[in-house]
């Protein structure tokens, strides 16, 4: 039996060429590189010049029946599936957002997010960033929230994203709800009684509203009714 040499990585090294290679991989670079019967071998069908090609690339289900099998294959799947209960949209559940927000939060330890100018004003994130454009596009003044507007909950600070003066409203972007972002702002909220009625919570679903609003009396009827901040606990 032949006893094979490796490398300091554990890989096994063909004694042809010196190349390394898993256990699984060092027989057949052997057969097909270093054999003669190896190196006529034919790939076949899904194979161009040695490397492997998607099977069905560039096939539809009109053009294909083997696609049109496998398309309907899955379809019927995936309506047993839902019809059983036994498949959820992982874009909808709050679980899958607060994995993402985890993953975020240690690649990014330091919280960071770009930085963009508006007006020779530096806003936080492309949110931010588009609804200060959109506040100009309307001529509506507005402040960046800053040190002024801090809010003090269970010792920690809060500070809003925007003010709009002529309403005395302030802004929180806040597109989706993550990790415990509702728990601050239920805090937020009531320990600052003086905010109560004057904060409003933008999430993804008004936000979208908003920026695509095309009529300015509209827009700030929908910012002033915005979300619930009464002191109750954020939906």
Not at 131 to 158: G, P, Q, S, T, V
């Amino acid at each position: 039996m032949k006893k094979w040499h490796k490398n300091e990585k554990g890989q096994y090294i063909c004694d042809v060429c010196g190349k390394s290679f898993h256990k699984n991989g060092i027989g057949t670079h052997i057969w097909k590189t270093h054999t003669e019967e190896g190196k006529k071998h034919d790939p076949g069908i899904g194979f161009k010049e040695g490397k492997r090609e998607i099977w069905n690339k560039g096939l539809t289900k009109e053009s294909s029946l083997e696609v049109l099998k496998n398309s309907l294959g899955v379809s019927k799947s995936m309506k047993k599936r839902v019809k059983d209960g036994k498949w959820n949209n992982p874009g909808l559940l709050e679980k899958t957002r607060e994995i993402n927000s985890i993953r975020q939060s240690l690649k990014n330890s330091g919280g960071k997010t770009k930085w963009y100018k508006v007006d020779n004003i530096y806003v936080q994130g492309t949110w931010e960033r588009d609804f200060a454009i959109k506040l100009n596009e309307f001529d509506i003044k507005w402040i960046r929230c800053n040190k002024e507007h801090i809010l003090k909950y269970n010792n920690k600070r809060y500070t809003p994203d925007f003010f709009i003066p002529n309403i005395d409203v302030f802004i929180e972007i806040k597109g989706y709800w993550w990790k415990n972002d509702r728990v601050k702002m239920r805090y937020v909220i009531k320990q600052n009684f003086k905010i109560r009625g004057k904060l409003k919570i933008i999430r993804k679903k008004k936000f979208d509203k908003l920026i695509n609003c095309i009529n300015k009396d509209c827009f700030l009827e929908m910012i002033k009714r915005g979300c619930s901040s009464n002191g109750r606990a954020p939906e």
